[in-house]
C-alpha cells in the first residue's frame, strides 16, 4: 500500500470514529440536560477527548504506533512561539471587540477598561492557562497532532486548512445546535451561529495548523485554543463593568471587523505554511 493510500486509511478511520462520537452526544442529549453526572460523563469524559481517543484507537488499529504524537513541550527555541499562542488571542479580539466601539464614537462604552483591570484579566489568564488548558489536550492531540499530518501529504497545505478548519467547526455543531435542541432557541438563529463559527474556526484552525508544524509539539495549539475560549469571555465581562446601552448595535462597522480581523488571520497564517513548506527538505 502506498503512503498516500495509508494515510487516507488512517484519516478515514479517524474521522469514522470521530463521527460516532458526535452521534453519542445526540442520543445522550436528554439524559445529559437532566443530570449533571451524565453531562460530565458524555461531554467532559467521552466528547471532548474524543479527536484523541480516535486518535489513538487509529494508532492501534493500524498498527501505526505511538511514536511522533507531538506530546513534547520543544521550548528550547520555541518561547516566542508560547508567547505568540498565548498573546495573538487576545490581540484577536481586541481589535474584534475594542476597535468597532472606538472608531463608531461611543470609546465611553469602555470606562470598566482601566489599566488595572485589563492587566488582573492577563494574569488571570495566564495563571489559568498551566492548568486548564491542559483539558483540551483532547482536542488538539486528534486534530492538529493527527488529522492535519494525514490530510496535508493527501490535500496540500492550503486544501488542509479549509477542509480541516471545516470538520473541526461540524464537530462543534452539537454544541451550537444546543439551544435549537433544548428550544431555547429557533433553528434559522442556530444555522446563522453554526455560519459564523464555521469560518471563525476554520480560520484560527490555520493559526493552529501553524503553530504545531512550526514547533513540532501541540502544546503550544492547546495554550491559544485556550486562550481562544477565554479571552472572548473575558472581554465581555470588562465590557459588562461599562457603559453600554442594553440595545448597543454597531451595525456594519462591527460585522467588517469581525470577518476582516478573521480573513486576515487565514491569509498571512497559510501564507506563512506555505513558506515553511518550501523552505522544509524534499522527503523520499
Same mark, same amino acid.
Given at each position: 500500500?502506498?503512503?498516500?493510500?495509508?494515510?487516507?486509511?488512517?484519516?478515514?478511520?479517524?474521522?469514522?470514529?470521530?463521527?460516532?462520537?458526535?452521534?453519542?452526544?445526540?442520543?445522550?442529549?436528554?439524559?445529559?440536560?437532566?443530570?449533571?453526572?451524565?453531562?460530565?460523563?458524555?461531554?467532559?469524559?467521552?466528547?471532548?477527548?474524543?479527536?484523541?481517543?480516535?486518535?489513538?484507537?487509529?494508532?492501534?488499529?493500524?498498527?501505526?504506533?505511538?511514536?511522533?504524537?507531538?506530546?513534547?513541550?520543544?521550548?528550547?527555541?520555541?518561547?516566542?512561539?508560547?508567547?505568540?499562542?498565548?498573546?495573538?488571542?487576545?490581540?484577536?479580539?481586541?481589535?474584534?471587540?475594542?476597535?468597532?466601539?472606538?472608531?463608531?464614537?461611543?470609546?465611553? #462604552?469602555?470606562?470598566?477598561?482601566?489599566?488595572?483591570?485589563?492587566?488582573?484579566?492577563?494574569?488571570?489568564?495566564?495563571?489559568?492557562?498551566?492548568?486548564?488548558?491542559?483539558?483540551?489536550?483532547?482536542?488538539?492531540?486528534? #486534530?492538529?497532532?493527527?488529522?492535519?499530518?494525514?490530510?496535508?501529504?493527501?490535500?496540500?497545505?492550503?486544501?488542509?486548512?479549509?477542509?480541516?478548519?471545516?470538520?473541526?467547526?461540524?464537530?462543534?455543531?452539537?454544541?451550537?445546535?444546543?439551544? #435549537?435542541?433544548?428550544?431555547?432557541?429557533?433553528?434559522?438563529?442556530?444555522?446563522?451561529?453554526?455560519?459564523?463559527?464555521?469560518?471563525?474556526?476554520?480560520?484560527?484552525?490555520?493559526?493552529?495548523?501553524?503553530?504545531?508544524?512550526?514547533?513540532?509539539?501541540?502544546?503550544?495549539?492547546?495554550?491559544?485554543?485556550?486562550?481562544?475560549?477565554?479571552?472572548?469571555?473575558?472581554?465581555?465581562?470588562?465590557?459588562?463593568?461599562?457603559?453600554?446601552?442594553?440595545?448597543?448595535?454597531?451595525?456594519?462597522?462591527?460585522?467588517?471587523?469581525?470577518?476582516?480581523?478573521?480573513?486576515?488571520?487565514?491569509?498571512?497564517?497559510?501564507?506563512?505554511?506555505?513558506?515553511?513548506?518550501?523552505?522544509?527538505?524534499?522527503?523520499?
Amino acid at each position: 500500500m502506498t503512503a498516500k493510500k495509508e494515510n487516507a486509511k488512517r484519516l478515514g478511520i479517524f474521522l469514522l470514529i470521530v463521527s460516532l462520537f458526535v452521534l453519542l452526544y445526540f442520543v445522550f442529549i436528554k439524559p445529559m440536560n437532566e443530570s449533571n453526572t451524565v453531562f460530565f460523563i458524555i461531554y467532559y469524559c467521552l466528547f471532548s477527548f474524543s479527536p484523541a481517543i480516535a486518535s489513538l484507537i487509529t494508532r492501534a488499529v493500524t498498527k501505526e504506533g505511538f511514536r511522533d504524537m507531538k506530546l513534547h513541550l520543544n521550548l528550547s527555541g520555541n518561547l516566542k512561539w508560547y508567547l505568540l499562542a498565548f498573546g495573538l488571542p487576545l490581540i484577536f479580539f481586541s481589535v474584534r471587540i475594542l476597535l468597532p466601539v472606538i472608531i463608531s464614537g461611543h470609546s465611553s #462604552w469602555l470606562r470598566g477598561f482601566t489599566f488595572q483591570k485589563v492587566l488582573a484579566t492577563v494574569f488571570m489568564l495566564a495563571s489559568l492557562t498551566a492548568v486548564q488548558s491542559i483539558g483540551l489536550l483532547g482536542e488538539e492531540l486528534g #486534530w492538529r497532532g493527527y488529522m492535519n499530518q494525514k490530510m496535508e501529504p493527501l490535500f496540500g497545505t492550503f486544501v488542509t486548512c479549509l477542509i480541516g478548519g471545516i470538520v473541526w467547526s461540524l464537530w462543534h455543531l452539537p454544541m451550537d445546535m444546543a439551544g #435549537w435542541l433544548d428550544g431555547e432557541c429557533t433553528l434559522s438563529y442556530s444555522l446563522m451561529m453554526c455560519g459564523g463559527r464555521l469560518l471563525l474556526l476554520t480560520c484560527f484552525g490555520t493559526f493552529l495548523m501553524w503553530l504545531t508544524k512550526k514547533t513540532d509539539s501541540v502544546f503550544p495549539a492547546v495554550v491559544a485554543h485556550f486562550m481562544f475560549n477565554q479571552s472572548q469571555g473575558a472581554w465581555g465581562e470588562l465590557l459588562a463593568q461599562g457603559n453600554i446601552p442594553e440595545n448597543a448595535d454597531l451595525g456594519m462597522i462591527s460585522s467588517v471587523f469581525e470577518y476582516a480581523t478573521m480573513i486576515l488571520l487565514v491569509v498571512v497564517f497559510i501564507g506563512l505554511l506555505l513558506r515553511e513548506k518550501k523552505k522544509s527538505p524534499k522527503t523520499a
